[in-house]
């Protein structure tokens, strides 16, 4: 079970190949043992599909050289020898060649795999434009008169309209089409998608111009995010004529709009590229888009003419197999720099262009908001001061007030002065630490008689105060309370319900994770975008301990008594949790394993919090931190998103508000996810 565990097949990952081989014009030996050698590397990479590029058997710029009977018998023969070789390699290959088929010479893909030819899929679209002469030797597949040929001694299916199942692997279903297949208005594999595909395959020559590189790059990424599909295509390299052409071999492999592997090009040698294409990612977004299914409907003409071709595979299932993709510690958060600012400055133009909005429709000019010297609460200001500037309203209409409790620590007290004052909103002081103590002697708490008694109920009761201050100070002044709680918050729980920080009248922050905030604080600090002269308190906001600093403690070194990653895990851990439960649906045990693929022995995290920039998590860690996170957020917490404030939604990873991404009952049960935490070894 634990090397099963480890093995990228268990979690419905499959890993793909694209080959590159150097190849040998109308030589089909040299091009056979060069698609051999890179066939048995694939297979030793553990890939169970890898594909070959246009008429690699022969090599594409024939021209009319694929008219001569010796070429093409050559060809055969070189296929019939794949086939066999493929008896002893655990993969589907996909090879291309050209196929003479009741007189009529067709530009074929042959997919191989257990000693014998599965199918043969002729190219649909022949190019006869510009450099392309392709209709001058070929028929297009809609010419073919039969449905199947007759291959060393088989019946093989024959078409356009195939679709190729792996049955031990049920979620790889795959799609072939040829070059200028996908450079068409409607490709054959949008069809293929809807009729099941999830992994689409492009054998594809492809001369390379100034500029096309690029547009490859868009028409791949398109084709497989408007399908939900993974999308391998190879492409011609060193060995093609360069009579009027050149060849630079770039080959792609995408996975919903996102690039996983690209080769290298121009290169002078034959070599393989794969990828790890997660099978339930693709499954899971076609289920939610539910516009895919209309789709399926809208074309069933065209969606009942596929065949379906089964076969099984021998799965590398009995030893470790790590992912070869990388998954990012931080999934809210671009781990490239340029693409992290980039976020950063759309995250707050989206929650300042929102609370513009509120503002404006309400016609109210003022905000009313608790600042605690902590993040979250800083974050909030800094789109409150933006938001400000953008109405042409002075930044004293924001009504900052910092309130003091039992356990406020000098240190967050002094963050929450001078942020208040480096922002230059109107800032004041009140002391719930009366207020309180009137509610605990009306409740007949011990701690009212001097008693040391710091229950939940002591906690929420100045959470409830400070909320309560705030929206009659709101009502006061003709303001609107702004709410600070962030994502990561909402999903574990981690809020005073009603009448506490759970509540405001407009929460900019209800769906942005708490890395994300710190992102997003550091860059205001980097960048100087809202405050010119705060660098220096930002920065000493974000290497502060996060504590809700309602419990009072004796550290003479003013360390709080409450951490808060102590109670519900670390933040990094469970927004890695949260992202992949919520957006993509995955199951405990898959969510464990890409945890461990991104947590366990990679370089020091990035989040830029100091309790937490250097950790690593084993899967001990990961198990019991994701136990936590399940628990709180199926079982104990909905019923505080059921009724959460107004905010605006930021991102694809999704929103907590009931009136957006996420319904669920307030009295659901965590059983079947906990269940599944049992998978995860210990």
């Given at each position: 079970m634990?090397?099963?565990?480890?093995?990228?097949y268990?979690?419905?990952?499959a890993?793909?190949a694209?080959a590159?081989?150097?190849?040998?014009?109308?030589?089909?030996?040299?091009?056979?043992?060069?698609?051999?050698a890179l066939?048995?590397?694939?297979?030793d990479?553990?890939?169970?599909l890898?594909a070959?590029?246009?008429?690699?058997?022969?090599a594409?710029?024939?021209?009319?050289l694929?008219h001569?009977?010796?070429?093409?018998?050559?060809?055969?023969?070189?296929?019939?020898?794949?086939?066999?070789?493929?008896?002893?390699?655990?993969?589907a290959?996909?090879?291309?060649?050209?196929?003479?088929?009741?007189?009529?010479?067709?530009?074929?893909?042959?997919?191989?795999?257990?000693?014998?030819?599965?199918?043969v899929v002729?190219?649909?679209f022949?190019?006869?434009?510009?450099?392309?002469?392709?209709?001058?030797?070929?028929?297009?597949?809609?010419?073919?008169?039969?449905?199947?040929?007759?291959?060393f001694?088989?019946t093989?299916?024959?078409g356009?309209n195939?679709?190729?199942?792996v049955?031990?692997?049920?979620?790889l279903r795959?799609h072939?089409?040829?070059?200028?297949?996908?450079?068409v208005p409607?490709?054959?594999?949008?069809?293929?998608?809807?009729?099941?595909?999830?992994?689409?395959?492009?054998?594809?020559?492809?001369?390379?111009?100034?500029?096309?590189?690029?547009?490859?790059?868009?028409?791949?990424?398109q084709?497989?995010?408007?399908?939900?599909?993974?999308?391998?295509?190879t492409?011609?390299?060193?060995?093609?004529s360069?009579?009027?052409?050149?060849?630079d071999?770039?080959?792609?492999i995408?996975?919903?709009?996102?690039l996983?592997?690209?080769?290298e090009?121009?290169?002078?040698?034959?070599?393989?590229i794969?990828?790890?294409?997660?099978?339930?990612?693709?499954?899971?977004a076609?289920?939610?888009?539910?516009?895919?299914?209309?789709?399926?409907?809208?074309?069933?003409?065209?969606?009942?003419?596929?065949?379906?071709?089964q076969?099984?595979?021998?799965l590398?299932?009995?030893?470790e197999?790590?992912?070869?993709r990388?998954?990012?510690?931080?999934?809210?958060?671009?781990?490239d720099a340029?693409?992290?600012?980039?976020?950063?400055?759309?995250?707050?133009?989206?929650?300042?262009?929102?609370?513009?909005?509120?503002?404006?429709?309400?016609?109210?000019?003022?905000?009313?908001?608790g600042?605690?010297?902590?993040?979250?609460?800083?974050?909030?200001l800094l789109?409150?001061?933006?938001?400000?500037?953008?109405?042409?309203?002075?930044?004293?209409?924001?009504?900052?007030?910092t309130?003091?409790?039992?356990?406020?620590?000098?240190?967050?007290?002094?963050?929450?002065?001078?942020?208040?004052?480096v922002?230059?909103?109107?800032?004041?002081?009140?002391?719930?630490?009366?207020?309180?103590?009137?509610?605990?002697?009306?409740?007949?708490?011990p701690?009212?008689e001097?008693?040391?008694?710091?229950?939940?109920?002591?906690?929420?009761?100045q959470?409830?105060?400070?909320?309560?201050?705030?929206?009659?100070?709101?009502?006061?002044h003709n303001?609107?309370?702004?709410?600070?709680?962030?994502?990561s918050?909402?999903?574990?729980?981690?809020?005073?319900?009603?009448?506490?920080d759970?509540?405001?009248?407009?929460?900019?922050?209800?769906?942005?994770?708490?890395?994300?905030?710190?992102?997003l604080v550091?860059?205001?600090?980097?960048?100087?975008?809202?405050?010119r002269d705060?660098?220096?308190?930002?920065?000493?906001?974000?290497?502060?301990?996060?504590?809700?600093?309602?419990?009072?403690g004796?550290?003479?070194?003013?360390?709080?008594?409450?951490?808060?990653?102590?109670?519900?895990g670390?933040?990094?851990?469970?927004?890695?949790?949260?992202?992949?439960t919520?957006?993509y649906?995955?199951?405990?045990?898959?969510?464990a394993?890409?945890?461990?693929?991104a947590?366990?022995?990679?370089e020091?995290?990035?989040?830029?919090?100091?309790?937490?920039?250097?950790?690593?998590?084993?899967?001990?860690?990961?198990?019991?931190?994701?136990?936590?996170?399940?628990?709180?957020?199926?079982?104990?917490?909905q019923?505080?998103?059921?009724?959460?404030?107004?905010?605006?939604?930021?991102?694809?990873?999704?929103?907590?508000?009931?009136?957006?991404?996420?319904?669920?009952?307030?009295?659901?049960?965590?059983?079947?996810?906990?269940?599944?935490?049992?998978?995860?070894?210990?």
């Open positions: 634990n090397k099963q565990f480890f093995n990228l268990t979690h419905h990952f890993r793909v694209v590159i081989p150097r190849i040998r014009i109308a030589d089909p030996a040299f091009n056979v043992a060069q698609t051999l066939a048995r590397q694939a297979a990479d553990g890939a169970v890898a070959f590029p246009e008429l690699g058997l022969s594409y710029s024939c021209e009319d694929f001569q009977r010796a070429l093409l018998d050559g060809c055969l023969a070189g296929l019939a020898q794949i086939v066999e070789a493929s008896n002893t390699l655990p993969l290959l996909v090879v291309g060649l050209p196929l003479k088929v009741n007189h009529q010479l067709f530009n074929c893909a042959a997919v191989v795999a257990n000693g014998r030819v599965l199918g002729p190219k649909s022949l190019p006869n434009y510009g450099e392309f002469y392709e209709s001058r030797q070929f028929s297009a597949a809609d010419c073919a008169a039969v449905d199947q040929v007759d291959l001694g088989a093989v299916p024959f356009p195939l679709l190729f199942e049955e031990n692997l049920p979620l795959f072939v089409e040829i070059c200028e297949d996908v450079w409607i490709p054959p594999s949008s069809f293929a998608a809807m009729a099941g595909a999830t992994v689409l395959v492009n054998l594809s020559a492809s001369n390379v111009v100034v500029g096309k590189s690029g547009y490859r790059h868009q028409l791949v990424s084709q497989s995010a408007r399908c939900m599909a993974a999308y391998l295509y492409s011609a390299g060193r060995g093609e360069t009579n009027d052409m050149a060849w071999g770039q080959s792609l995408y996975e919903n709009g996102d996983l592997n690209e080769s090009r121009f290169s002078d040698d034959s070599h393989v794969h990828a790890d294409v997660d099978l339930d990612r693709l499954s899971n076609r289920m939610h888009a539910t516009t895919f299914a209309q789709s399926v409907r809208r074309h069933a003409d065209e969606v009942a003419k596929f065949r379906l071709v076969f099984q595979l021998d590398p299932l009995d030893k197999m790590p992912l070869s990388t998954v990012e510690r931080f999934p809210y958060v671009p781990a340029a693409r992290r600012d980039e976020r950063c400055l759309e995250v707050y133009n989206i929650q300042v262009q929102a609370l513009i909005q509120r503002l404006s429709s309400t016609g109210i000019r003022k905000v009313v908001i600042v605690s010297g902590g993040l979250d609460s800083t974050h909030a789109v409150c001061a933006r938001a400000m500037d953008r109405l042409g309203l002075p930044r004293t209409n924001i009504l900052a007030y309130m003091p409790g039992f356990a406020t620590s000098e240190r967050t007290l002094h963050q929450a002065n001078e942020l208040m004052r922002v230059g909103c109107s800032a004041q002081l009140i002391d719930i630490r009366p207020s309180c103590i009137q509610m605990l002697k009306d409740l007949g708490h701690y009212s001097g008693k040391p008694e710091y229950d939940i109920t002591f906690e929420n009761v959470a409830g105060e400070r909320t309560n201050h705030l929206f009659r100070l709101a009502n006061f303001a609107i309370v702004i709410g600070t709680g962030d994502l918050e909402l999903a574990l729980g981690w809020c005073t319900y009603g009448v506490g759970h509540m405001s009248h407009y929460n900019v922050n209800a769906s942005v994770p708490k890395t994300l905030i710190s992102y550091r860059w205001v600090a980097e960048t100087g975008a809202v405050v705060g660098a220096d308190v930002l920065i000493r906001i974000l290497e502060t301990e996060i504590s809700p600093e309602l419990v009072p004796d550290d003479k070194d003013g360390k709080p008594a409450q951490i808060t990653e102590n109670t519900i670390p933040y990094e851990l469970q927004d890695f949790n949260l992202y992949y919520l957006r649906g995955f199951k405990p045990s898959k969510v394993f890409l945890s461990w693929s947590w366990h022995d990679r020091q995290g990035r989040w830029p919090n100091a309790a937490g920039a250097h950790r690593q998590y084993d899967l001990a860690a990961i198990k019991k931190n994701l136990g936590i996170f399940l628990w709180r957020f199926f079982k104990t917490s019923f505080k998103r059921t009724c959460v404030p107004n905010g605006p939604k930021v991102g694809n990873g999704g929103s907590l508000s009931p009136r957006g991404d996420w319904r669920a009952p307030s009295d659901s049960e965590a059983t079947v996810w906990l269940d599944d935490l049992n998978n995860i070894p210990d």
